[in-house]
């Protein structure tokens, strides 16, 4: 039973999120290239400003920021759709036997897929802007996933918070455009102030942002002790949220 129940879900899982990425492109002219146009977007801008206007002298540059708006963007759609995955997917709740549980896991999934999409564009930027692809680009899927369960509980808490106070998406969003700019998306940790480093040092993406950066720009392994830490953390962080998910669930048809 325990296998067919697993099995169910992963099923499950794989048409939800082809239906939301259907539903989000649905008559759309270029379809899914459009989660591409957003950080492009987001790249040029940053590249003149950064490299022409205002430079930070930063080596490869838009590999750089590049890299670092992808796994923000990632971490940021992720959270903003979390906001409403039980709320915007009443009928599915109201289901007799229906595992909520998935539901936060399809809006990370789905940004997920959109991170990955993306991919081959950067590696045509690191091939011909200066960036390295070699041996250490073997660890980029366990900081992926490192980052996929990190934003999974987080997302299990946020889903479950809307339910109850429907202001979390608002506060959510200003959480986040603060967060961007104290995350260094665009800059390098390094030219932060010495009084302001604590910030940074609690910032889980700071400290991902860094270890894509050591793989894609710099051609090196990782801080492999930073890693370690932030897997535990994501793990510890992962249950949490989805305990205090299943404790709301109960009352979700209720509040729906």
Same mark, same amino acid.
């Given at each position: 039973?325990?296998?067919?129940?697993?099995? @169910?879900?992963? !099923?499950?899982?794989?048409?939800?999120?082809?239906? !939301?990425?259907?539903?989000?492109?649905?008559?759309?002219?270029?379809?899914?290239?459009?989660?591409?146009?957003?950080?492009?977007?987001?790249?040029?801008?940053?590249?003149?400003?950064?490299?022409?206007?205002?430079?930070?002298?930063?080596?490869?540059?838009?590999?750089?920021?590049?890299?670092?708006?992808?796994?923000?963007?990632?971490?940021?759609?992720?959270?903003?759709?979390?906001?409403?995955?039980?709320? !915007?997917?009443?009928?599915?709740?109201?289901?007799?036997?229906?595992?909520?549980?998935?539901?936060?896991?399809?809006?990370?999934?789905?940004?997920?897929? %959109?991170?990955?999409?993306?991919?081959?564009?950067?590696?045509?930027?690191?091939?011909?802007?200066?960036?390295? =692809?070699?041996?250490?680009?073997?660890?980029?899927?366990?900081?992926?996933?490192?980052?996929?369960?990190?934003?999974?509980?987080?997302? @299990?808490? =946020?889903?479950?918070? %809307?339910?109850?106070?429907?202001?979390?998406?608002?506060?959510?969003?200003?959480?986040?455009?603060?967060?961007? @700019?104290?995350?260094?998306?665009?800059?390098?940790? !390094?030219?932060?102030?010495?009084?302001?480093?604590?910030?940074?040092?609690?910032?889980?993406?700071?400290?991902?942002?860094?270890?894509?950066?050591?793989?894609?720009?710099?051609?090196?392994?990782?801080?492999?002790?930073?890693?370690?830490?932030?897997?535990?953390?994501?793990? =510890?962080?992962?249950?949490?949220? @989805?305990?205090?998910?299943? %404790?709301?669930?109960?009352?979700?048809?209720?509040?729906?």
């Amino acid at each position: 039973m325990p296998t067919i129940r697993l099995v @169910y879900v992963r !099923d499950l899982l794989r048409e939800l999120v082809l239906r !939301d990425l259907k539903l989000r492109y649905k008559r759309s002219v270029i379809g899914i290239l459009w989660s591409l146009v957003n950080p492009l977007v987001q790249i040029l801008i940053f590249t003149f400003l950064f490299s022409r206007v205002l430079p930070l002298n930063i080596p490869n540059y838009t590999v750089f920021v590049f890299s670092g708006v992808l796994a923000w963007t990632w971490f940021q759609t992720s959270l903003s759709m979390a906001s409403g995955a039980i709320v !915007d997917n009443r009928e599915l709740v109201r289901r007799p036997g229906f595992p909520v549980a998935v539901l936060p896991v399809v809006t990370v999934t789905t940004s997920m897929i %959109h991170f990955t999409l993306a991919l081959p564009v950067l590696a045509f930027f690191l091939i011909f802007g200066g960036g390295h =692809i070699g041996l250490a680009t073997l660890f980029l899927p366990l900081i992926m996933l490192v980052q996929f369960l990190l934003t999974l509980g987080l997302a @299990y808490l =946020i889903a479950a918070a %809307h339910v109850i106070f429907r202001d979390t998406q608002h506060l959510i969003t200003l959480g986040l455009m603060l967060m961007f @700019y104290l995350t260094p998306v665009f800059y390098r940790a !390094d030219n932060v102030p010495e009084e302001y480093r604590l910030i940074y040092a609690l910032n889980p993406m700071a400290h991902l942002l860094t270890a894509y950066r050591a793989i894609l720009v710099q051609g090196v392994w990782p801080a492999t002790g930073t890693m370690a830490l932030l897997f535990v953390m994501a793990l =510890i962080l992962l249950g949490i949220g @989805y305990a205090v998910f299943q %404790h709301v669930s109960l009352s979700f048809v209720e509040e729906l």
